[in-house]
């Protein structure tokens, strides 16, 4: 890494918030900054928000950027290609766009990429040489570090778990696909099932009090012991399990970190996930897999590539 004293500003941005941060060389962050995406508003508008977050933080000459977005990603070129959760984003080229707005060089890397970085660098995955970490948000990512490396593959692609199919005749994605396991897991699946199922008249003590349904409030009933609410997550568990037996039987990592928003569940979610791959994978009973919860949280983009672009040269 560089010399700690020279700052960087990571920022982790998708569908639903920006976050962003001031890092030194030794991984810690010193100060942070946050904003909505609103990405309904249009890529302009989007991007100012980052500009602006970036700029609060203190942008000088000396400070460089990263930012760790939605893929597809090309990381060489600093190109998004149509993100399925970012409408109106075809092939943007966010690099230069931000590099000609803020006057110094900014690195663009695929987001659940630089969290299963940030992870393996500082977090859960520490030490471990094969992992597969998942992000369960709006949409559902992950990425991979085999043998000790990160690993995106032939095109810079790998690793889009959330876009495998576990489900043949499931819901249509916004990919294109249909039964991919983010339309059955991400943020929004989840809280678009149980909004039709408290309107054909579930009982659950989600009907109770008001304000936007999210996962965050299904959790909490959960937690609560709403026997609907714990169905739900049971069976986003399951489908998240599966997905990651396929991924293990052809990888064999040692390590699945589970992060995102729905991640904040604990064992609610980590459970039923755990509980899948023991069904479904094969010789499970000889491998020593560990399933655990991401320990950076929502700092683990911000970490991830701020300490991917120092060390791997995509700044230059």
Same mark, same amino acid.
């Given at each position: 890494?560089k010399?700690?004293?020279?700052?960087?500003?990571?920022?982790?941005?998708?569908?639903? !918030?920006i976050?962003?941060?001031?890092v030194? /060389?030794?991984?810690?962050?010193?100060?942070? $900054?946050?904003?909505?995406?609103y990405?309904?508003?249009g890529?302009e508008? *989007?991007?100012?928000?980052?500009v602006?977050?970036?700029?609060?933080?203190?942008?000088?000459?000396?400070?460089?950027v990263? =930012?760790?977005?939605?893929?597809?990603?090309?990381g060489?070129?600093? =190109?998004?290609?149509?993100?399925?959760?970012?409408?109106?984003?075809?092939?943007?080229?966010?690099k230069e766009?931000? #590099?000609?707005?803020?006057?110094?060089?900014?690195?663009?890397? &695929?987001?659940? !990429?630089?969290?299963t970085?940030?992870?393996?660098?500082?977090?859960?995955?520490?030490?471990?040489?094969?992992?597969?970490?998942l992000?369960?948000? %709006? /949409? *559902?990512?992950?990425?991979?570090?085999?043998? /000790?490396?990160?690993?995106?593959?032939a095109?810079?692609?790998a690793?889009?778990l959330?876009?495998?199919?576990?489900?043949?005749?499931?819901?249509?994605c916004?990919?294109? +696909?249909?039964?991919?396991?983010?339309?059955?897991?991400g943020?929004?699946?989840?809280? +678009?099932?149980?909004?039709?199922?408290?309107?054909s008249?579930h009982?659950? =003590?989600?009907? #109770?009090?008001s304000?936007?349904?999210?996962?965050s409030?299904i %959790?909490? $009933?959960? @937690?609560?012991?709403?026997?609907?609410?714990?169905k739900?997550?049971?069976? $986003?568990?399951?489908?998240?399990?599966?997905?990651?037996? &396929? @991924?293990? +039987?052809l990888?064999?990592?040692?390590?699945?970190? *589970?992060?995102?928003?729905? %991640?904040?569940?604990?064992?609610?979610?980590?459970?039923p996930i755990?509980?899948?791959i023991?069904?479904?994978?094969?010789?499970?009973?000889?491998?020593?897999?560990?399933?655990?919860?991401?320990?950076?949280?929502?700092? @683990?983009?911000?970490?991830?590539?701020?300490?991917?672009?120092?060390v %791997?040269?995509?700044?230059?």
């Open positions: 890494m010399d700690p004293v020279e700052p960087f500003v990571g920022v982790d941005f998708g569908a639903t !918030n976050r962003a941060g001031l030194d /060389g030794e991984g810690r962050i010193l100060r942070r $900054a946050h904003s909505g995406t990405a309904s508003e890529k508008k *989007v991007i100012s928000r980052i602006k977050l970036v700029r609060d933080l203190g942008q000088n000459d000396r400070m460089e990263g =930012i760790a977005c939605p893929g597809p990603v090309d060489s070129k600093g =190109i998004i290609f149509d993100p399925p959760n970012l409408p109106g984003w075809k092939k943007v080229h966010l766009e931000l #590099q000609d707005e803020l006057g110094t060089r900014v690195s663009v890397e &695929n987001d659940a !990429n630089m969290v970085y940030g992870e393996w660098m500082f977090g859960a995955g520490k030490g471990v040489r094969n992992l597969l970490c992000t369960l948000g %709006s /949409g *559902v990512g992950s990425g991979l570090v085999l043998n /000790g490396s990160l690993y995106t593959g095109n810079g692609f690793a889009e959330g876009h495998t199919i576990v489900e043949l005749k499931g819901p249509q916004r990919c294109g +696909a249909r039964g991919c396991l983010e339309s059955l897991v943020a929004k699946s989840i809280v +678009a099932e149980v909004e039709s199922a408290i309107a008249g009982e659950t =003590i989600l009907t #109770q009090g304000g936007e349904m999210t996962v409030r %959790s909490s $009933a959960a @937690a609560k012991g709403d026997s609907f609410s714990v739900i997550l049971e069976k $986003a568990g399951f489908y998240v399990g599966v997905a990651v037996s &396929n @991924a293990v +039987a990888l064999d990592v040692e390590m699945v970190v *589970v992060g995102g928003g729905i %991640s904040k569940a604990g064992p609610l979610i980590i459970d755990r509980k899948a023991s069904s479904n994978l094969i010789s499970f009973s000889l491998r020593a897999l560990k399933v655990v919860r991401s320990q950076l949280g929502d700092d @683990a983009g911000i970490l991830g590539i701020s300490a991917y672009s120092r %791997s040269g995509a700044l230059k």
